[in-house]
Each structure stands twice: as structure tokens, then as C-alpha cells.
């Protein structure tokens, strides 16, 4: 921006710009949701896999970004079979067994995005897989013990940032799961899957820490039962924005 001033110097009118630098903008606050397939955008088909994603804009943390607007900027950590802090039984192609341990994930994934104002953590879901079969209660231990996880993250890898704030989300219950060849990871999962909300709950009021519950407004409608359809993502990240919103301080 330039300003013009003019100024009466021995009789002789001076006109003098000024060059301003224009006035720096402020940083978007920063939001990072960590997932599974749900958090990555799987779409869900009658041939259960292989998958492909859904669009930046057609997930629900792009839903969320568009209705946070433009000084939030939410950054997304989804990876298909993540856990809450189970390594994988093996690796799968590349990706080792270790890397599906959301503890594992989290820090380094805090660390590479940071500065991180906010954490969003939903998982949970593939604990209750086959052969893991995990009771829900410490499914959201786990759960929160990633949140506690997240708020110690502070100051990554040589950097002045702070910890980020952190928000637990319960992941929604499935819905039928029979009509593709995943039931035979999570037709085990239908039943426990219904009392994730209850768990996530009672574990959020024990620990003070801010909980979503995912259930209250989506209803798993993907043909798999596992995984969202273009509603839901729709509903679950205009419904996450308010929330959001008063954690950001906005």
C-alpha cells in the first residue's frame, strides 16, 4: 500500500510517496485429524476391495474445513486398518505391522504437521477386528491415552510450537455388515460397536478431556456397514464444526 503526502517547502508544494508494506496476514489455525479408513475416505463398494477415496472436499475433514473457513486449515491423518495402539499381525506390501499402532503414528505425525493447534483422534473401530476382538472399555482407554499422548507433544523435534489441544472422538457404530467379503474381519464388530458411545463417554467424564460422540449424528450407511457414505461424512463434519469452533476459541 502507498500513502502520498504532500508537504509546502519554500513556497514549492512536495509531494513525497510513501511505500508501506502491505499488512501481514495472520496464520490459519491449524487442525489435524488422525484416523482410519473413515478419517482416509474409503468409499465403500459391493466388492468390499480393492477401495478408492473420496475427495478433499467430499470428506468429512473437508466438510469441516469449508465450514470452519479460511483462517482454520485442516490437515488430514487417515490410514486404512489403523489401530488405537495394536501393531498389525504382519506388514502389508510396504507398511509394516508396527505402523498401524496409532501410538506409534501420532507423535511423528504431530511433529511433521506441526505447528498443530488441535488434535482430532477417532479410532477405535479396528480394535474390535477378528482375532482382536477387543472390549470396548479398553478400547477407549486407549483411546484417550492417545489424547494425553497428543497433549505431551510439545516443542517437536527442535521446534518452539506448543502441545496441541485434543479432541476424542467415538467412532460410529457399524451398520450391517454382511453384504460385502470385509464381514469377515468385522461381523464380530456389529454388537461391541454399539457400546463404543457408552465407553467413549464414561472414559471422556473420567478424564476431562473434549469428546465428540460420532454416533449422535451419523448412522454407518456405506453397502459394506463399515464404512461412510457421502451423508455421512456431510453430517459428521458440519456437525464437528461448532465443536471445533469453541475449542479453537474462534
Known amino acids: 500500500m502507498n500513502t502520498n503526502i504532500t508537504l509546502l517547502a519554500s513556497s514549492t508544494l512536495i509531494s513525497i510517496t510513501l511505500l508501506t508494506a502491505p499488512m501481514a496476514l495472520a496464520e490459519p489455525l491449524r487442525v489435524l485429524t488422525y484416523g482410519d479408513s473413515n478419517t482416509w475416505g474409503w468409499n465403500p463398494l459391493e466388492k468390499g476391495y480393492p477401495a478408492t ?32 495402539n495394536i501393531d498389525n499381525k504382519a506388514a502389508v506390501g510396504t507398511i509394516a505391522a508396527t505402523d498401524f499402532n496409532g501410538r506409534t503414528s501420532l507423535p511423528v505425525s504431530i511433529a511433521k504437521h506441526s505447528p498443530v493447534d488441535l488434535v482430532v483422534i477417532m479410532l477405535g473401530t479396528n480394535d474390535l477386528q477378528m482375532g482382536r476382538e477387543r472390549p470396548p472399555m479398553l478400547i ?26 485434543v479432541l476424542v472422538i467415538a ?39 473434549p469428546f465428540f460422540d460420532a454416533s449422535l449424528v451419523v448412522k454407518t450407511q456405506g453397502i459394506d456397514g463399515i464404512h461412510f457414505n457421502l451423508e455421512n461424512h456431510n453430517q459428521l463434519g458440519k456437525a464437528l464444526a461448532l465443536k471445533i469452533t469453541k475449542l479453537l476459541n474462534k
Not at 58 to 77: F, H, M, P, T
Not at 140 to 164: G, M, N, R, T, W
Not at 186 to 205: C, D, I, N
Request: cysteine-free.
Open 53 to 84: 477415496r473420496f475427495s478433499d472436499q467430499q470428506r468429512w475433514s473437508g466438510i469441516l474445513d469449508k465450514a470452519l473457513g479460511e483462517d482454520v486449515k485442516v490437515i488430514v491423518d487417515g490410514m486404512v486398518g489403523r489401530t488405537t
Open 140 to 165: 477407549a482407554k486407549a483411546a484417550f491415552d492417545l489424547a494425553d499422548l497428543a497433549k505431551s507433544v510439545k516443542q517437536p523435534i527442535f521446534s518452539v510450537y506448543p502441545a496441541p489441544k
Open 171 to 209: 467412532p460410529a457404530a457399524l451398520g450391517d455388515t454382511s453384504k460385502t467379503p470385509l464381514n469377515s474381519f468385522f461381523g464380530v464388530a456389529e454388537k461391541p460397536s454399539t457400546q463404543l458411545s457408552s465407553a467413549f463417554t464414561s472414559e471422556a467424564k473420567s478424564r476431562n478431556i
